[in-house]
C-alpha cells in the first residue's frame, strides 16, 4: 500500500496489482477479529502513514471523491456483511460493483453534478471482518457472478479457539 500503484507484477497478458481484498470470519467474540482490525489500525499509526485509511462506511460518490483526493487508501471494516449486502440499499448499490472496478487499477470515475471525479490510478485495499451467519446472510449469487467475491481473499479459523487454556491463579 506504501508504495502505491508502484508494486505490480507484469505479465503478458497486462499488470496484476497487489490490491488485496480480505474478509476475516469468524465467530463473535471467541477470535478476537476486532483486536486484530486494532492491530492493523496501530501498525499504520507506528509506521507514519495513517494518512492511508479511508472512511469505512462510505457510497459510492464518497469513495470515488475519496480516492480522487488520494489515489491510494486501505479499508478497515469492522463488519463486512454490509458492504456485501450493500446493493439493498438505494444509496449504497452501485458500491460493489465499484470495488470491483478498482481492484484492476485502471482508471476510474464518476460524473457527479455536471462535474467529472477521477481517480487515473487507484490503489484500493479493504480488510474487514465478519461472523459465519453475517456473509451467509449478506451474499447473492450475483456477488460471485459479476466478481466481486472473486477477488476477495477469505480467511476462516481451522479450529475452534483454546478457550479451556485460561490460566488458574
Known amino acids: 500500500m506504501a508504495v502505491g500503484p508502484g508494486a505490480r507484477l507484469r505479465m503478458s497478458f497486462g499488470d496484476v496489482h497487489g490490491n488485496l481484498y480480505a474478509a ?5 467474540s471467541a477470535f478476537y477479529k476486532t483486536t486484530a482490525m486494532r492491530q492493523v489500525r496501530g501498525l499504520l499509526v507506528r509506521a507514519a502513514l495513517p494518512h492511508y485509511l479511508l472512511q469505512p462506511q ?8 475519496a480516492l480522487s483526493e488520494q489515489a491510494t487508501g486501505l479499508i478497515l ?6 458492504l456485501f449486502a450493500s446493493h439493498r440499499q438505494k444509496y449504497s448499490q452501485f458500491v460493489k460493483s465499484d470495488l470491483t472496478a478498482i481492484f484492476d487499477g485502471d482508471p476510474f470515475g464518476k460524473l457527479k453534478a455536471g462535474e467529472v471525479q ?10 474487514g471482518t465478519t461472523t459465519p451467519d453475517g456473509i451467509y446472510n449478506s451474499i447473492t449469487g450475483d456477488g460471485w457472478r459479476a466478481g466481486f ?15 479451556t487454556a485460561i490460566p488458574v491463579c
Request: hydrophobic share 40%; glycine share 6%.
Open 24 to 28: 476475516i470470519i469468524g465467530e463473535s
Open 58 to 65: 462510505f457510497t459510492s460518490e464518497g469513495l470515488t471523491k
Open 77 to 82: 471494516r469492522d463488519e463486512l456483511s454490509t
Open 118 to 127: 477521477r481517480v487515473n490510478k487507484p490503489y484500493l485495499s479493504t480488510l
Open 149 to 163: 467475491l472473486a477477488r476477495w481473499l477469505f480467511a476462516l479459523p481451522d479450529s475452534l479457539p483454546g478457550l
